[in-house]
């Protein structure tokens, strides 16, 4: 199924293998970011869903000099002020969480700024004069975490509130790497020789569960993003070192029958306690839970690697939903939702 080109693409309608392909080539888009300095005391990010990975992904890199909260509600943190960066962003510009944050952010008096495609964001940006970053079109908002991290980081850059200063330097790095990388996971490279397609068929069938220590957390969040709407299959994440303390117990008993498939996802940049939890992990709980399938992180520094497993779980669970037999782009049933809600 997974050789079969014609297969692929009658199902693969808005051609997700394509945009996975060329994804590399978002961390190369320049952005124009506007005079923003200021005497900040936080950051907040409101997003929702693949708009607020962008955010997620910040906090492992480059990172932040102040504190710093994704907000993922309809309501802002307590402590908003006049001196909050507030960051609203959503690729459509019409989620409804992130305008009713926004609209209590504008009444803390705290600094705007949107990122957004279109929708509400960019009108209210136009009509306030927000500062405001447009992300190019993609065909769903979760093809699209590449241009948001790139705006977010030019954003951090242009008021001075990341200790990175070869970020940009680090992106283009990134993306030469990745674009070179995804040639082994293309349609055209048979199941036989291509990671990407093999751990797809390992999956399928089960649940997957995605696993990752604090530096790849926001990777292992993804890929059950991308399972769950490109698979239309219900997957699960955690990280370690948390798993140990209660989610690890949970795996010796019940269900008896564990119709499961569980993924680590490892880099040799995570902390050498948190490298001998996996070790540990798999060891005690051997002939208890399915044998973990290891993602071993490939790439230079941490940008590189976050890059590197993010795509390969792009590519992973579009194969996946090309076995369950499903269109990996539309995700018509949260278009429903919306419809509903709003009646």
Not at 72 to 96: C, M
Not at 279 to 292: C, I, N, Q
Request: net charge negative; with cysteine; charged share 20%.
């Amino acid at each position: 199924m997974l050789d079969d080109l014609k297969y692929i693409h009658q199902r693969d309608s808005q051609d997700a293998l394509g945009i996975a392909e060329k994804q590399w080539q978002q961390l190369q888009h320049t952005f124009e970011v506007p005079d923003i300095g200021g005497n900040y005391e936080n950051i907040v990010y409101a997003g929702m869903g693949g708009s607020a990975l962008a955010g997620y992904l910040s906090i492992s890199w480059p990172g932040y000099k102040l504190p710093f909260e994704i907000c993922r509600q309809d309501h802002i943190p307590a402590y908003v002020s006049q001196k909050t960066l507030f960051i609203a962003s959503s690729y459509s510009g019409n989620t409804e969480e992130v305008l009713s944050a926004l609209a209590e952010a504008e009444q803390r008096g705290a600094k705007i700024i949107i990122i957004s495609y279109d929708g509400e964001l960019h009108e209210i940006a136009k009509r306030k004069s927000y500062p405001y970053l447009s992300i190019p079109k993609t065909q769903q908002p979760r093809y699209s975490v590449l241009y948001n991290l790139k705006a977010l980081v030019s954003v951090l850059e242009k008021a001075g509130l990341t200790d990175d200063r070869t970020a940009e330097t680090q992106m283009g790095a990134a993306a030469a790497f990745l674009g070179d990388s995804v040639a082994s996971w293309l349609p055209t490279v048979s199941t036989e020789t291509n990671p990407a397609k093999k751990l797809a068929m390992e999956l399928a069938g089960k649940s997957p569960v995605i696993y990752a220590g604090p530096l790849l957390a926001p990777v292992a969040y993804k890929w059950k993003i991308n399972i769950n709407e490109n698979a239309k299959n219900v997957a699960w994440w955690n990280q370690l070192p948390e798993f140990n303390h209660n989610e690890f117990i949970g795996w010796s008993a019940q269900p008896i029958e564990k119709p499961y498939a569980v993924v680590d996802l490892r880099s040799n940049l995570e902390n050498e306690r948190v490298q001998k939890r996996f070790e540990v992990t798999e060891k005690l709980l051997s002939g208890r839970r399915p044998s973990a399938h290891i993602v071993q992180a490939q790439g230079q520094d941490l940008l590189q690697q976050l890059v590197w497993t993010i795509a390969y779980g792009d590519f992973v669970s579009i194969y996946l939903g090309l076995i369950n037999n499903v269109d990996p782009g539309p995700v018509d049933l949260v278009e429903k939702f919306k419809a509903e809600l709003n009646k």
